[in-house]
């Protein structure tokens, strides 16, 4: 039986990967990688090695602060029209080599990742081994000016970045798929600022220094976006009971009241003597009760209960509530 080929990068994506070292030497490579994991050899994936060994192949990281802004390069290339491209994935796009689906023109990519902490490069197999130079030096000397810019999270590079007020669908839903990468629950890829959304943003604010705690899409929130890391909840948070919670937020505290309205009504439940025990209770009511007429004393007494439960039960849940933002890190 013939022995499997190991697996090799190929030569041209080498090269990419070396001028791109060569240009932003103090670039984050956290995202690069070249060989599938078990998720990629489940589905058809060009990271995944062909029959020949060879993976055509590369995710280098997206570090627009680190000098290596992957949308500024994927554009570069674009622009060279590189006879190597089979296609690019960036920013939530993807972008077709002379072979394919609207040559060398953004697309909508509809993919579960959006590519915003790297970019993807796959190169055809008959340039798979070209090492001709990549033409991308224009795109690091653009680079550094606007390297903390956010315009390529959302929309096509330009020469200033704007966020669309209110944001568009697309804008969400990117910063949707963005937030779960990193950890955190915003709801479905709806494209709309639902509670979830805007929770996970609110939290992604609080976990990252300089951000103005709000619920918000701005300049400064896609920059910060764009090259975070996974989220790191810290257990003493996460873990949190109501107790320790409550004294740092005030709707996490149980207040008087509930306390009263638990006590009334367990002495409603446990005791035969209920209408004698509330008798001044039924004293201060018996104007209103004289107004409406000969109501019996123990339905004042059952309402007064029963306002009190639901007193109860509000303070609870919202205490509950609370807890959990702070457990989420919507709160602080």
Known sequence: MAKKPVSRAVASLNVLLAQVNKLAPNRSKAADGWIGDAKHMARHSDHNPEPDGTVDARDITNDPSGGCDMRRVCDAIAASKDKRISYMICNGQIMSGRTGPKPWVWRKYTGANGHYHHGHISVLDEGQDDTTPWKIDAAFKKAAPVAAKPAALMQPVGPVPVV?????????????????????????????????????????????????????????????????????????????????????????????????????????????????????????????????????????????????????????????????AFQNGERR
């Open 164 to 324: 669309p007020d209110p944001p568009t669908k697309e804008t969400i839903q990117a910063v949707q798929n963005r937030l779960r990468e990193l950890g955190y629950n915003p709801g479905d890829s709806d494209g709309k600022m639902g509670p979830l959304t805007r929770g996970s943003i609110l939290s992604f604010k609080n976990d990252t220094d300089g951000l103005t705690p709000t619920d918000t899409i701005d300049e400064a929130f896609l920059t910060a976006l764009a090259t975070a890391s996974p989220r790191k909840m810290a257990p003493e948070r996460a873990n949190a009971t109501v107790a320790e919670v409550a004294g740092k937020i005030p709707e996490a505290r149980v207040h008087w009241w509930t306390r009263l309205g638990a006590g009334v009504g367990g002495v409603g439940a446990g005791s035969v003597g209920l209408l004698d025990q509330a008798t001044p209770a039924v004293g201060y009511l018996s104007p209103i009760r004289d107004f409406l007429g000969d109501v019996p004393g123990w339905v004042w007494v059952c309402a007064f209960v029963g306002v009190c439960a639901v007193l109860y039960i509000g303070s609870q849940y919202g205490a509950r509530k609370a807890t959990e």
